[in-house]
T-cell receptor, first 112, second 110 residues
């Protein structure tokens, strides 16, 4: 079965640079979620989109923005990167009918 | 009170025994309950969903839900070394937002 796709899988950036993470949800899933997970931490919810509109917002810094496109893929844009932004970033998707979230493999972001 | 609470562990269980993982939640309006398994450095993998009181079995896994006690558990029978991972309990609150617990580290002893 098709799963959530994330790219890139690994990303290394310098402080103050920008990064863009991409997420392709499971086909026919209309909701996308973004999470940040630091070492030894549980996933922290950042933001979600339903039918290309922002549906919920969590602990997403103002330096980050995201959107969902007409083909339902989503991008997380991160600017003015800080050392503390180093983490695993997961995207998950779900359908309106079933609220189970399925996670992608994640993007490991390292900020030097 | 935290919204979803789990014992952080580590929980050590001998191979072949039953591992019992517990989770409590604070929102009485919660309707959906999930267990995810996460290996170190990997993404959470959904292993069980449960929506009504009682037990739900899937292979070696059994999820148990007691809404009156605001308690959900996961039993793993015939534990294998490959079951060693962090298990995340997740609950949707009355706003249908999923809340994760901090996870229980399970270690299966060979």
């Amino acid at each position: 079965a098709a799963g959530v796709i994330q790219s890139p899988r690994h990303l290394i950036k310098e402080k103050r640079e920008t990064a863009t993470l991409k997420c392709y949800p499971i086909p026919r899933h209309d909701t996308v979620y973004w999470y940040q997970q630091g070492p030894g931490q549980d996933p922290q919810f950042l933001i979600s989109f339903y039918e290309k509109m922002q549906s919920d917002k969590g602990s997403i810094p103002d330096r980050f923005s995201a959107q969902q496109f007409s083909d339902y893929h989503s991008e997380l844009n991160m600017s003015s990167l800080e050392l503390g932004d180093s983490a695993l970033y997961f995207c998950a998707s779900s359908s309106l009918q079933y609220n189970e979230q399925f996670f992608g493999p994640g993007t490991r972001l390292t900020v030097l | 009170q935290k919204e979803v609470e789990q014992n952080s562990g580590p929980l050590s269980v001998p191979e072949g025994a039953i591992a019992s993982l517990n989770c409590t939640y604070s929102d009485r309006g919660s309707q959906s309950f999930f267990w995810y398994r996460q290996y170190s450095g990997k993404s959470p993998e959904l292993i069980m969903s449960i929506y009504s009181n009682g037990d739900k079995e899937d292979g070696r896994f059994t999820a148990q839900l007691n809404k009156a006690s605001q308690y959900v558990s996961l039993l793993i029978r015939d534990s294998q070394p490959s079951d060693s991972a962090t298990y995340l309990c997740a609950v949707t609150n009355r706003d249908d937002k999923i809340i994760f617990g901090k996870g229980t580290r399970l270690h299966i002893l060979p």
